[in-house]
């Protein structure tokens, strides 16, 4: 059974709904299947709900317990506490019950990507290069973990809407996860096959590049209405991954660009060393057809998580961040614009946050004389408010804009909401900006005429 089930309550009129599973409280049946079943609980100890899946055991004729165990718990069982990124699941706990062994997992509320398989149902085309973004950055992630997910599909893939909007997505199931660090035996024959790679249908060696193909699949079936295949028998659908080439996008849908066609198409690939070489190619990839323009926006809005990414990731400031901490930067900071002529600073005032340049340039002015211009990379107000008493928190200068500026603020506010490896992050940050500038000033005492 997948996580599709998570997306909203249904349960059953007739079952009976147990009242605790282990020490979690149960509050509703989010679905089940024929090996496992799905719960929405309370964690009372840590105040926060939770889904519960818990395999059924005997419910499969044919299949013994033990190898139930091996294929819905024993993998996701090994990732506790593992995986810790913004858009994959999280699992917090694994218990080998008798009656049942279950996993409990972060609870998302909303739905599946199924929910925007059906071509009367389809998203933006904007909102599906976000979220095979995302998924290609969460899954890369995954990747580094030494674990292939085996079985990228829509269902598997869980997101929240707001307003209509798509706004997050998260990575779920990892029930068929191969662990490419365990020397445990792997159990084969799993994924959902019109989502599948050639060379998993064959038994072949897998490595993340067979995720690639999932998730190119699944993005094709959200631009096309319909997965990259279809027949109307397992074993013709199976020839068509493994010889077949999909049909152009181009063809399929109203404002697809052949650069996103091109993208989508070189996932699905049939040899894994003709697909994107790997999954910083691939986000990359999609990124640029939204910064190229190539893909049509669905609705006004600001400007993508997206393209926010990759421009942090462009700049000096954040060099030291990995992907999970760009994420919190992303989500957590304030993303400002300022006209030519705003003043960022004014000299007096208290300095209760600071700036990172992304885009355009300042001037810092002090008694009417222009003494420093900062652009694109540089942080500006962080020694106002790293100042250790009042007295060294107010600013001694102007800061106005001289181009067009696109800023990331930062309060107390928002630096207490991010993880302590993101602050850390940051303090190695402002070392280095705090050296530079007293190398600077170092060297404006001792050659003077060298710095002018």
Same mark, same amino acid.
């Given at each position: 059974?997948?996580?599709?089930?998570?997306?909203?309550?249904?349960?059953?009129?007739?079952?009976?709904?147990?009242?605790?599973?282990?020490?979690?409280?149960?509050?509703?049946?989010?679905?089940?299947?024929?090996?496992?079943?799905?719960?929405?609980?309370?964690?009372?100890?840590?105040?926060?709900?939770?889904?519960?899946?818990?395999?059924?055991?005997?419910?499969?004729?044919?299949?013994?317990?033990?190898?139930?165990?091996?294929?819905?718990?024993?993998a996701e069982a090994?990732?506790?506490?593992?995986?810790?990124?913004?858009?994959?699941?999280?699992?917090?706990?694994?218990?080998?019950?008798?009656?049942?062994?279950?996993?409990?997992?972060?609870?998302?509320?909303?739905?599946?990507?199924?929910?925007?398989?059906?071509?009367?149902?389809?998203?933006?085309?904007?909102?599906?290069?976000?979220?095979?973004?995302?998924?290609?950055?969460?899954?890369?992630?995954?990747?580094?973990?030494?674990?292939?997910?085996?079985?990228?599909?829509?269902?598997?893939?869980?997101?929240?809407?707001?307003?209509?909007?798509?706004?997050?997505?998260?990575?779920?199931?990892?029930?068929?996860?191969?662990?490419?660090?365990?020397?445990?035996?792997?159990?084969?024959?799993?994924?959902?096959?019109?989502?599948?790679?050639?060379?998993?249908?064959?038994?072949?060696?897998?490595?993340?590049?067979?995720?690639?193909?999932?998730?190119?699949?699944?993005?094709?079936?959200?631009?096309?209405?319909?997965?990259?295949?279809?027949?109307?028998?397992?074993?013709?659908?199976?020839?068509?991954?493994?010889?077949?080439?999909?049909? =152009? %996008?181009?063809?399929?849908?109203?404002?697809? *660009?052949?650069? &996103?066609?091109? @993208? #989508? +198409? !070189?996932?699905?690939?049939? /040899?894994?060393?003709?697909?994107?070489?790997?999954?910083?190619?691939?986000?990359?990839?999609?990124?640029?057809?939204?910064?190229?323009?190539?893909?049509?926006?669905?609705?006004?809005?600001?400007?993508?998580?997206?393209?926010?990414?990759?421009?942090?990731? =462009? %700049?000096?400031?954040?060099?030291?961040?990995? *992907?999970?901490? &760009?994420?919190? @930067? #992303? +989500? !957590?900071?304030?993303?400002? /614009?300022h006209p030519v002529?705003?003043?960022?600073?004014?000299?007096?005032?208290?300095?209760?946050?600071?700036?990172?340049?992304?885009?355009?340039?300042?001037?810092?002015?002090?008694?009417?004389?222009?003494?420093?211009?900062?652009?694109?990379?540089?942080?500006?107000?962080?020694?106002?408010?790293?100042?250790?008493?009042?007295?060294?928190?107010?600013?001694?200068?102007?800061?106005?804009?001289?181009?067009?500026?696109?800023?990331?603020?930062?309060?107390?506010?928002?630096?207490?909401?991010?993880?302590?490896?993101?602050?850390?992050?940051?303090?190695e940050a402002f070392?280095?900006?705090?050296?530079?500038?007293?190398?600077?000033?170092?060297?404006?005492?001792?050659?003077?005429?060298?710095?002018?």
């Amino acid at each position: 059974m997948t996580l599709s089930s998570l997306a909203a309550p249904n349960p059953p009129a007739d079952a009976a709904l147990p009242q605790r599973i282990g020490k979690y409280r149960v509050l509703a049946r989010l679905g089940e299947g024929t090996t496992s079943e799905v719960f929405l609980a309370h964690d009372d100890f840590n105040d926060r709900p939770v889904a519960i899946k818990r395999v059924r055991l005997g419910a499969a004729p044919g299949v013994s317990d033990s190898q139930l165990m091996a294929r819905f718990f024993d993998a996701e069982a090994a990732l506790v506490g593992r995986l810790q990124h913004p858009n994959v699941v999280q699992i917090y706990d694994a218990v080998s019950d008798p009656a049942g062994p279950y996993v409990v997992m972060q609870y998302v509320p909303g739905t599946t990507l199924r929910s925007f398989c059906r071509a009367d149902a389809l998203l933006p085309l904007d909102q599906v290069v976000e979220i095979g973004f995302k998924c290609a950055m969460a899954l890369g992630y995954v990747s580094r973990q030494g674990l292939i997910h085996r079985d990228v599909k829509p269902a598997n893939l869980l997101v929240t809407v707001q307003d209509g909007m798509v706004t997050d997505v998260k990575v779920s199931d990892f029930g068929s996860a191969l662990n490419l660090q365990s020397d445990a035996t792997q159990v084969l024959g799993v994924g959902s096959l019109a989502y599948m790679p050639p060379e998993q249908l064959d038994g072949g060696t897998l490595d993340a590049s067979a995720d690639i193909y999932g998730l190119g699949a699944v993005l094709y079936h959200l631009i096309a209405g319909h997965p990259p295949f279809e027949a109307t028998t397992t074993s013709v659908l199976m020839a068509q991954i493994c010889t077949a080439e999909p049909a =152009s %996008l181009v063809g399929e849908r109203a404002g697809v *660009d052949p650069a &996103l066609d091109a @993208v #989508v +198409r !070189r996932s699905l690939a049939k /040899r894994p060393q003709d697909r994107h070489p790997d999954w910083d190619s691939f986000a990359r990839a999609l990124s640029a057809l939204v910064t190229n323009q190539q893909v049509p926006l669905g609705a006004p809005q600001d400007v993508l998580d997206s393209e926010r990414f990759t421009l942090l990731r =462009s %700049l000096e400031f954040f060099g030291g961040f990995g *992907d999970v901490e &760009l994420w919190e @930067v #992303v +989500r !957590r900071a304030d993303w400002q /614009r300022h006209p030519v002529g705003h003043r960022l600073y004014r000299s007096g005032e208290e300095g209760n946050t600071f700036h990172i340049i992304a885009a355009g340039a300042v001037e810092v002015n002090r008694d009417g004389r222009v003494v420093a211009r900062l652009s694109t990379g540089t942080s500006v107000g962080e020694m106002a408010y790293l100042a250790p008493n009042p007295e060294f928190k107010r600013h001694s200068t102007d800061v106005v804009v001289v181009e067009p500026a696109t800023t990331i603020s930062f309060t107390p506010q928002t630096m207490a909401r991010l993880s302590p490896d993101g602050r850390h992050l940051f303090d190695e940050a402002f070392i280095r900006v705090l050296v530079r500038r007293l190398h600077v000033a170092h060297e404006a005492l001792a050659h003077p005429r060298r710095i002018l």
